[in-house]
Each structure stands twice: as structure tokens, then as C-alpha cells.
């Protein structure tokens, strides 16, 4: 299967938490994050997805059959095109609002401490996942230095929030190797392949299907009403990312 940044650039546009995956996700005009990539521009993952639409709820992406040789049946749905994404593995250290925002906090910026914005520390794993439009910083930095794992990025938003049209910045922050611990959390990781094609949807690379038949059996467990958790209705856990403020892709 695909990969690599070279050959995306190439390509047709067409063709401590959960254990659930978690994309990076900027929602907001000058949202940003500091992140690490554990993935390198040669082991890029790419590959062309239609949106997954279930009784008109969007439930992520699924890969264009076309793509592997087969006749794909999303294609012939009303105003789903395929188009390219890419995939990768990075270390999310922190990730900055530019609103109060619940856990986080707010801080300064700039070299005159005048900037406001509120930080929430994350430094968890995540897969950034986005449109082929959108890997302009990566190939900059590549064509920079060489490699996108000998240092600390920042990656920008600029779109308000609801925009079908935001762009996206990489700029480099710190460089340095990247650290060992990281280098062996990398290693655990599953295969792009294994997550872009739905395969798993978990961090530990379980099989997806046994996932599904661990929730189905806990959704029909009895749960007294002590052991429930009150107040939280973050679906963030959820193995869907059902923001579409990203554009179509």
C-alpha cells in the first residue's frame, strides 16, 4: 500500500488516556498544538476514504475500494467523492485555545508575554489525520530538514471555526533527537495501514470487531448506580472522529 510524502505529493487526489485512537483535532481560528512526530516523511501513510455516513450521522472514513483493485459501492453514493488523506503517528505535548476552555489553563505568549491563550497539557499519542491539501508545512520541512523527527513542531490553524476552507502551519520549534522512551512507545504503535483501513481502532492494535463485542457486553451490563460516573459527557474516547469543521476532504 501507499506510502511516503514523496509519493503523496504525487498522488491524485481522487483515487494516558483512552486506548482508543485520538486525532489531533483544531477546531477554532489560531488553535494550535506542540506536537512530535513518531512517524517519518518516508513511512507517511496515504489513501483515498470516503466519509461513512449511517442514517445521515457521519461515523468516520472508509477506504476507497478502487484503491485496492476492487469495485468500490461508496462511490456511487450522491456527493461522497473520494479524496486523499494522510496518516501519522505524533506525541502531543500541549495543545493551546484561544478561549477558556475546561482544563486548561491561561498563559502568556511572545517574546512581550502580551498574547493570551489557555493550555491544556495532553502528552499522549495521537494520529493527525488530514487532507493531502494540507501537506504544504510537512514537505516544507522536510525539504528543510531532511526529516520531521529531529525536533518539536507547532501546527497552526487558521480558519474560524465552521470554515470549509482552513489552513493549516507546521513551524519548527526545538530541535533535538527524538527521546529513546519515545522511540520505543513508537514501536508499539499498529500500522497506519491497520488503523486507515478500520482494522483496529485502538492504540494496542486490538482487532476492531473484538472491540465492538467488549461494548456490546458492557452496554447490556448491570451498573448500580454508585459505580456510575456522573456528569461526564465528553465523547472525545469514542473511536469516531465526528468533526467535519475540517473541510471536505
Known amino acids: 500500500m501507499p506510502r511516503g510524502l514523496t509519493a503523496l505529493q504525487e498522488s491524485s487526489p481522487e483515487g494516558g488516556g483512552s486506548d482508543y485512537i485520538r486525532n489531533i483535532k483544531l477546531l477554532d481560528d489560531r488553535e494550535f498544538t506542540t506536537l512530535r512526530f513518531l512517524t517519518d516523511a518516508e513511512n507517511l501513510y496515504y489513501e483515498s476514504f470516503h466519509r461513512n455516513m449511517v442514517d445521515g450521522a457521519f461515523k468516520g472514513f472508509k477506504v476507497c475500494l478502487k484503491s485496492t483493485g476492487q469495485p468500490c459501492p461508496m462511490c456511487a453514493m450522491k456527493d461522497n467523492r473520494p479524496s486523499t488523506q494522510f496518516l501519522a503517528w505524533v506525541y502531543e505535548y500541549d495543545h493551546f485555545f484561544q478561549a477558556p476552555t475546561e482544563n486548561a489553563e491561561e498563559v502568556t505568549l511572545g517574546k512581550s ?90 492504540l494496542d492494535g486490538a482487532p476492531a470487531e473484538e472491540q465492538k463485542e467488549k461494548i456490546e457486553k458492557y452496554a447490556t451490563r448491570d451498573v448500580s448506580p454508585d459505580t456510575s460516573v456522573d456528569g461526564d459527557d465528553d465523547n472525545d474516547d469514542t473511536p469516531y472522529d465526528d468533526d467535519e469543521d475540517d473541510g471536505p476532504f
Open 113 to 202: 508575554k502580551s498574547r493570551k491563550a489557555y493550555k491544556r497539557t495532553v502528552n499522549e499519542i495521537r494520529l493527525m489525520r488530514y487532507s493531502n491539501a494540507h501537506r504544504g508545512g510537512l514537505v516544507g520541512a522536510v525539504e528543510e530538514y531532511d526529516t520531521l523527527t529531529d525536533r518539536t513542531f507547532k501546527w497552526v490553524r487558521d480558519g474560524k471555526r465552521g470554515s470549509t476552507r482552513p489552513t493549516y502551519d507546521l513551524r519548527s520549534l526545538k530541535e533535538g533527537a527524538i527521546p529513546d522512551e519515545l522511540k520505543l512507545l513508537a514501536e508499539t504503535l499498529p500500522d497506519l495501514e491497520e488503523v486507515a483501513f478500520g482494522r483496529t481502532e485502538r
